[in-house]
């Protein structure tokens, strides 16, 4: 069996880059919305948190390449649990109010 490449090709940083905006949608209508739980907006607060605070794991002026790359650890982390938290049919809903172009 075939074992997917460890890293993303340019191609997918290019869909990644692409699809960005519609990320940002996405997620802030998600953190809108009433029918998402709680604990799943908490997440997004403290990695935003996180980001933002001056103490980090790893010190940006002591580990600068790997001082960024917790940071990015962090907002991925939580971007993925956030969207497992959230009800699949609302996740959904929202998907295709994006792809359709509602506002």
Same mark, same amino acid.
């Given at each position: 069996?075939?074992? +997917? &490449?460890? !890293?993303? !090709?340019?191609?997918? /940083? %290019?869909?990644?880059?692409? $699809? %960005?905006? !519609?990320?940002?949608? *996405?997620?802030?209508? @998600?953190?809108?919305? $009433?029918?998402?739980? #709680?604990?799943?907006?908490?997440?997004?607060?403290?990695?935003? #948190?996180?980001?933002?605070? +001056? =103490?980090? @794991? #790893? &010190?940006?002026? @002591? =580990? +600068? %390449?790997?001082?960024? @790359?917790?940071?990015?650890?962090? /907002?991925? *982390?939580?971007?993925?649990? %956030?969207?497992? #938290?959230? +009800?699949?049919? /609302?996740?959904?809903?929202? /998907?295709?109010?994006? !792809?359709s172009g509602?506002?």
């Open positions: 069996m075939a074992t +997917p &490449p460890a !890293s993303l !090709s340019t191609w997918q /940083v %290019f869909r990644l880059l692409w $699809h %960005f905006p !519609s990320f940002v949608k *996405l997620y802030w209508r @998600l953190f809108k919305d $009433h029918r998402v739980p #709680l604990r799943a907006k908490v997440i997004l607060i403290a990695a935003a #948190l996180y980001v933002l605070d +001056p =103490f980090d @794991l #790893l &010190p940006d002026y @002591l =580990f +600068p %390449f790997f001082g960024t @790359l917790d940071d990015l650890g962090v /907002v991925i *982390l939580a971007a993925r649990w %956030f969207i497992s #938290l959230c +009800p699949p049919d /609302v996740v959904q809903e929202r /998907v295709k109010e994006i !792809s509602k506002s």
